[in-house]
């Protein structure tokens, strides 16, 4: 039996990477996480990194307005064993995929860059002439 190519696992980890960010989307929208930070603060999915083996997944988490990062991420990590299991539970794996939560910080240099284009010595750089 042929090897899978490179391209083909890629599309393999990003498909599964993409059902692990829904069933953790939908564990944290229900509330089914039994932590008192977890249910008073939206917390956001924005995107889940597979392993090449599935079995790690790094999922990057921002809570909604920024609010209590640090302590969202440390509930989170409290949570990880019941997060798992769900997980597990929900996208069928050979193997339950470990989870690491980091938190994402594309939005705040997002905004560092728009910050920098709407300086005035960049502005003039880019106007028209």
Excluded: C, W
Aim: aromatic share 4%; hydrophobic share 40%.
């Amino acid at each position: 039996m042929a090897r899978p190519s490179g391209e083909d696992r890629s599309v393999r980890t990003l498909r599964v990477g993409e059902q692990v960010r829904h069933a953790l989307s939908d564990i944290l929208l229900r509330g089914e996480v039994h932590d008192p930070l977890l249910s008073a603060v939206t917390v956001t999915v924005t995107e889940v990194r597979m392993a090449p083996d599935l079995r790690t997944a790094t999922a990057f988490v921002k809570p909604l307005l920024g609010r209590d990062e640090q302590a969202v991420l440390k509930a989170l990590r409290t949570n990880t064993a019941y997060l798992q299991s769900e997980v597990a539970r929900r996208v069928q794996l050979k193997y339950a995929a470990k989870l690491k939560f980091l938190l994402d910080e594309s939005f705040d240099e997002g905004g560092k860059i728009d910050a920098l284009l709407r300086a005035p010595e960049v502005a003039r750089d880019l106007g028209e002439d």
